[in-house]
């Protein structure tokens, strides 16, 4: 199923190039997170991979960073990953549905806020599971499905209202309780899946529509309207926008769901649930109280 325009979503990433040193704040506070979240790891990656690398948030946030031996990256974009380059480590032009990494090469794949305009999602968390040697680590964060909701609602109800219907002009994103699944039915062990929402604020909605723009994130939906918006809509949609989602100050707000995933490859070194009834301890002696059998004539002691 093909739900984005991939060939559009790296000319917008070409076009973006220009603007992203003034709108990237958002990459590289990820990238800060994912980095700090590597330093819980009690193990060191020698290689690693940076899959959709930008124009290399990711590296400045890894700069001399203990666990990490080789990082090299990879973007859809060619000018992105040129722009990534001039950091000093290898660069290359790589499409994240179709991943040139051969089979058990990595220790670490770090993905940062990338994946969400994949196609086949479960097939991609597959090729990084077959990239990664066993017991390799897959730590990446996606817009979640919050994101953005208040600019989704404001045009919404501002078409409905200028033209009688409805169009698909924010993309979708994965929603956070999919996520655990999909790791598992590509092959990870051990996956942790958690939501953080960033709160941006903005004097009005054009601002935000620039910097979504200067991102490079702008809808790349295939099945978006392909004629350019009237006026109106936009218009409708601001004042939408500052009635229903603004803050003390008078400042609109916009939400940015950041999913945090984390899963290994197998190995026979990690940790396994035990079969149930197998415990050689009894709850009761562990946290050193007295066991109560329950029955149906057992009085349960009443609230305080």
Known sequence: ???????????????AVATLP???????????????RLLDMARTFPLALDLGCHTGQMAEALAQHPKIGTLFQSDLSPRMAAHARANGLGTVCADEEFLPIAANALDLVLSNLSLHWVN???????????????????????FGGDTLRELRIALFEAEGDTSGGVAPRVSPFTDVRDAGNL?????????VVDADTITVTYTDLFK????????????????RPKKPARRDLFLRAADIYAKRFTDARGRL????EIISLTA???????????????????????LKTSEITLDDSTPFPKKP
């Not at 479960?122 to 964060?141: N, T, V, Y």
């Not at 490859?265 to 002696?285: E, F, I």
């Open 1 to 15: 199923m093909r739900v984005f325009d991939r060939g559009l979503v790296r000319q917008r990433r070409e076009r």
């Open 22 to 36: 003034n709108a990237d704040f958002l990459f590289k506070e990820s990238a800060e997170r994912l980095a700090d």
């Open 120 to 142: 086949d999602l479960p097939g991609a968390f597959a090729q990084i599971r077959q990239a990664l040697k066993p017991d390799g680590l897959f730590l990446a964060h996606m």
């Open 183 to 191: 790791l598992t039915r590509a092959g990870f062990a051990l996956p």
């Open 208 to 223: 935000l529509m620039a910097d979504l723009r200067g991102m490079g994130e702008t809808n790349t939906v295939i099945e």
């Open 253 to 256: 707000t916009a939400t940015f």
């Open 264 to 286: 290994w490859v197998p190995h026979s070194s990690q940790q396994k649930a035990l079969r149930p009834g197998s415990a050689t301890t009894r709850l009761a002696d562990a």
